[in-house]
């Protein structure tokens, strides 16, 4: 709310609240897009950390062919009111049930490796403390083991993905003072060891939108739209150009999904163009594109942008479709449930 109230005087200040509803709409918009993305992370750590719990109680079923006639059903359960402790056959038997609290503090970014839910990193206490503790859960056995010290320094909304073989982690916020990094390391469970990732082809951020294409780890730069690759085979990182679009004045990642480990994904950009049409007003237009990535071309294509969704908070690829959920939509005052794409 404080960071509104000084908008909101900013706009006095400056003449924009007197041009209109329009300006004052952008200028929130563009003002609450970073603090949204970062509420994205938090609701995806929960969200993921949920999953290894639940997984066998969320079921998509799709149809065997891709004729227009494809049914997509999902079936979600609730949690009861008094949850039971867990144990490996309830998790088995798609039961809700508790597991033990973490044996080191934070809110790192999880990844499952089809065995363990690891996660690393995050903010402890007050703002601005990080943390470079992690811990893996095993469901199996309903416990945790502490992993070792990285060769990396403390941090927070960093980007995580898991290989197959590796828990790669990069970039991040490392103050709340808006101190980021570009470094990152990779931890094998099968070793329980780290290993320090070679310097990026990109800027210091966080909140990068990063997917497992089966052969490169894809990050999508959180400030335009510029992208790099990396793949641990080779220990090498490759700049990827970024995707022929219309010139606009702002353009960033937003979301991606892998289509398993075809070399491929799909992902989503958001894009301004705004610019002064007068001594005190400006317009343009706003956007978003989906492109698909090919790993083995090093290759964008542009795609059309699914109907009614055009701002994703989640994608997820079930083996033959992508399901896509879209985002709480930008309001300055809303009243009862956020509206959804």
């Not at 990080?130 to 469901?139: I, K, L, Q, V």
């Not at 970039?171 to 003072?177: E, V």
């Not at 990026?200 to 490169?216: D, F, H, I, K, M």
């Amino acid at each position: 709310m404080s960071d509104l109230i000084e908008l909101l005087r900013e706009m006095t200040d400056d003449g924009s609240a007197a041009r209109g509803d329009a300006v004052v709409f952008e200028r929130a918009a563009a003002a609450a897009r970073p603090l949204r993305r970062r509420r994205r992370a938090r609701r995806a750590i929960a969200g993921a950390t949920a999953l290894a719990v639940v997984v066998a109680t969320v079921v998509f079923v799709v149809g065997g062919n891709h004729s227009s006639s494809n049914n997509v059903r999902v079936e979600i359960t609730s949690p009861p009111a008094t949850v039971p402790p867990l144990s490996a056959a309830a998790v088995r038997a798609g039961h809700w049930g508790l597991i033990p609290q973490a044996p080191v503090p934070g809110d790192g970014v999880p990844v499952w490796t089809g065995r363990e839910l690891i996660e690393w990193g995050g903010e402890i206490g007050g703002p601005g403390t990080m943390t470079d503790t992690g811990a893996a859960y095993d469901p199996a056995t309903n416990s945790w083991r502490v992993l070792p010290s990285a060769p990396i320094s403390a941090r927070a909304d960093n980007a995580a993905v898991w290989t197959g073989r590796e828990m790669l982690v990069w970039g991040g916020d490392t103050s709340d003072a808006g101190a980021k990094t570009n470094d990152g390391a990779a931890y094998n469970p099968t070793t329980n060891r780290w290993r320090r990732l070679p310097s990026a082809p990109l800027p210091p951020q966080a909140n990068t939108v990063a997917v497992w294409t089966g052969s490169r780890v894809l990050l999508l730069d959180n400030g335009d739209a510029r992208a790099a690759a990396y793949e641990p085979s080779t220990n090498r990182w490759t700049a990827i150009s970024a995707p022929a679009l219309p010139r606009h004045t702002d353009v960033r990642w937003t979301q991606a999904v892998a289509l398993g480990t075809s070399g491929k994904a799909l992902a989503w950009l958001d894009w301004e163009n705004f610019v002064h049409t007068g001594p005190n007003s400006y317009g343009g237009t706003s956007g978003a594109a989906l492109v698909d990535y090919d790993a083995g071309r090093n290759q964008w294509r542009a795609l059309p942008v699914a109907n009614g969704v055009t701002d994703p908070h989640e994608a997820i690829w079930t083996g033959s479709n992508v399901l896509v959920r879209g985002d709480d939509r930008t309001c300055l005052t809303c009243t009862g449930p956020p509206a959804r794409e």
